[in-house]
């Protein structure tokens, strides 16, 4: 019994078929796959195999096809938009390859955005985006704009928006993809970190070296798990 | 934006001049006495030059109707006064011109809400005895007499000495015109110092009698007139199935008239407004439209971090609308100054009230909104994989 109550996501033979005009594309041709709690997992596979689109429908970004996917027992298909964005805000954390932080806001402001979505006082909005930011290191530098940070600094700014709700999952599609192997390295520190802290971390990589920081690798080939 | 700008200086302008249009003519007609009925061959409003022949046929007004009018039950007084254009009025080396000379009784200055201010008015036996003598506007006096009293001296008028008795206390301008630019002498002595010109079709129409009459206190003003309507069509013999061959026109059918006008100004702004409104919406929906496309990758990012399509929708609801108030800021500044500007190079007077500006606040928001709406849902439907894949 306790080990059900440890998977925080599961997918169940989940399919997701893309369609450009009339071509059909099966991104995921049936996946099935549990995230359970301070599980360390990295998405390996090449390009095209399905990763991201496993990603994205695992933190409730995207809908699959077909196929089931649960929520700490709940059926997420069911949700509404409204329920899916909580459910992101809250549940998830996500950091992508290419820095997606808002150009026009502070380091500190990229941070605290996702507290905007979850009628918190302004101050205690700040307040708490400070705290992260600074375990990221970055309390120099969280008035800077984005355009003003390193790559790494900005994939820094990046988790520390992940983790500003306190997330049950992190996910993260590529997250060295853009660095150089040294501020990838410090990127992998603090995901290892993180996980020694309690959290969950699910991360897609091409690179071996990255990977080899999970607990757990699972391999994608053309929308299907080839070795878990 | 352009269009929302001009839209609301427009709104804000041309409400404000007739705003202030308003409150002039409401007062300059309430001037003329709600108890004044004026009996005459012609109506204030409705006389086209066409109908002059029809109207040259109706019997003159005289004194006489003015006498028996007083009788009636529903009236104070009735009086009979008559007026002519004057060229020039002459005081040795002063001379004022486009003056006017009026005939009426010793009732006219309290019938016209005229004081008397220096000197004295006429009495019964100055109109009985047709005696020569004059009142004078505040304007003549200042202009003829500047550095001496007017009362005692004598005007030529078409060559006839008048003597002046009194000076009359200035009143203003009524629709842009002096009251104060004339001179009173009794009828009698104007019936014999100016006959009327007879012949021409305007002389007929308009140079005879008027009676003025003034209601009882208390009295209402319809009433009065029915009675008046009465006696005059008994007093020309009209049977009931002839129409009235006379006019009573009261202050009532001015107010009238220059309603009818602003509501055509009403509509005209109306109309403008809701034109370059329009303009000015599709203006912001098509900047919001760029701005959701520029903005595609930041509406993903904020989805993914939790934003509902409603916290999209209302973000950019809210630009929009913080657009158009922008615009309708601007236009509502514009519209005063321009009301202003008008106001100080022209005889209009402005008036700028505090429902005009929540008007142009309210009709810019709901542009914001109305042309906002769907950019807005545009950005609220965006699926943000494809938001956050938009390079
Ligand atoms: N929105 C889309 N419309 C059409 N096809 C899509 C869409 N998204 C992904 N695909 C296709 O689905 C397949 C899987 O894509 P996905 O992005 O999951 O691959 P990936 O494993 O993440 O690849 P990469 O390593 O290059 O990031 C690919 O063939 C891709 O072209
Ligand atoms: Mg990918």
């Known amino acids: 019994m306790k080990k059900k109550t440890d998977i925080i996501c599961r997918a169940v033979d989940v399919k997701k078929t893309y369609w450009r005009g009339k071509v059909a594309v099966e991104a995921l041709r049936g996946v099935s796959f549990d995230i359970k709690r301070n599980a360390y997992i990295s ?48 549940f998830f954390g996500f ?108 991360m897609v990589t091409h690179d071996v070296n990255v990977a080899a920081h999970a607990r757990r690798t699972v391999k994608l080939k053309d929308g299907l798990i080839a070795n878990d | 934006m352009l269009g929302i ?22 007062e300059q007609v309430k001037s003329i006495g709600s108890d004044l009925i004026f009996l005459q061959k012609f109506s204030w409003v409705s006389t086209g030059h066409r109908d002059l022949d029809k109207l040259a046929g109706r019997p003159d007004l ?32 002063n001379e004022v011109s486009n003056s006017s000379v009026a005939g009426s009784d010793e009732n006219y200055a309290w019938v016209n809400n005229y004081i008397v201010e220096s000197g004295r008015d006429f009495s019964r036996d100055d109109v009985l005895h047709r005696r020569a003598v004059g009142i004078i506007g505040s304007y003549i006096a200042t202009n003829l007499f500047p550095d001496e009293t ?19 206390k200035e009143k203003g301008t009524f629709l842009g015109n002096s009251l104060d630019d004339f001179i009173l002498i009794p009828y009698t002595v104007f019936e014999k110092f100016f006959p009327r010109p007879r012949g021409t079709l305007w002389s007929r129409v308009y140079g005879g009698y008027s009676i003025g009459i003034k209601a009882k206190d208390g009295m209402k003003i319809e009433e009065t007139t029915d009675q008046v ?25 001015l107010m009238d008239l220059y309603q009818s006008i602003t509501n055509v100004g009403f509509i005209a702004i109306v109309a403008i407004a809701a034109i370059s409104l329009v ?26 971090v939790g934003a509902s399509n409603n916290n999209i929708l209302a973000q950019f609801l809210i630009e929009s609308i913080v657009l158009a108030l922008v615009g309708g800021l601007i236009g ?60």
């Not at chain 2, 700008?5 to 409401?26: F, K, Q, Y």
């Not at chain 2, 919406?281 to 959701?292: A, E, K």
């Open chain 2, 279 to 304: 303009v000015g919406g599709i203006g912001i929906m098509n900047i919001m439209l760029v701005s959701v496309a520029e903005r595609t990758r930041e509406i993903g990012i904020r989805k993914a």
């Open chain 2, 62 to 93: 005289l004194p006489d109707d003015a006498e028996a009018i007083t009788k009636l039950s529903s009236v104070e007084i009735a009086i009979p006064q008559t007026s002519r254009q004057l060229q020039i009025l002459k005081y040795k080396d």
């Open chain 2, 5 to 26: 700008i001009i839209g609301v200086t427009t709104v804000i302008a041309i409400l404000s001049l007739i705003e202030g249009l308003n409150r002039t003519v409401a």
């Open chain 2, 150 to 168: 007017a009362v005692g001296k004598d005007l030529h008028l078409n060559g006839h000495r008048i003597k002046i008795i009194g000076v009359f």
């Open chain 1, 95 to 202: 950091i992508f390859q290419s820095f997606s932080l808002l150009p026009r806001l502070s380091a500190l402001d990229n941070v605290a955005l996702p507290l905007i979505y979850r009628s918190i006082s302004k101050h205690e909005r700040i307040a708490k985006a400070k705290e992260i930011i600074e375990n990221v290191g970055l309390a120099d530098r969280m008035l800077h704009r984005p355009n003003e940070l390193s790559g790494g600094e900005c994939q820094r700014v990046a988790i520390a928006r992940a983790l500003v709700n306190d997330p049950k999952v992190i996910f993260a599609d590529e997250p060295t993809g853009n660095l150089d192997s040294k501020t990838g390295a410090e990127i992998m520190e603090i995901f290892d970190h993180l996980v020694d802290e309690g959290n969950t971390v699910v």
């Open chain 1, 43 to 90: 998405i390996m596979g090449p390009s095209g195999s399905g990763k991201s689109t496993l990603v994205h429908i695992l933190s409730c970004l995207d809908t699959p096809t077909s196929g089931e996917y649960y929520l700490e027992n709940a059926l997420v298909s069911k949700y509404s938009d409204e329920e899916l964005a909580k459910v992101r805000n809250i």
């Open chain 2, 229 to 253: 309507r009465e006696l005059m069509r008994r007093r020309h013999g009209l049977g009931f199935d002839k129409e009235d061959d006379f006019e009573l026109n009261t202050q009532q059918i």
């Open chain 2, 332 to 391: 509502i500044v514009f519209g005063m100054l321009l009301a202003w500007l008008i106001s100080a190079v022209s005889p209009l007077k402005a008036s700028v009230s505090f429902w005009m500006i929540l008007l142009g606040f309210g009709f810019s928001a709901s542009v914001g909104i109305f042309f906002g709406i769907y950019p807005a849902r545009r950005a609220a439907s965006l699926n943000p994989i494809e938001a956050l894949r938009y390079e």
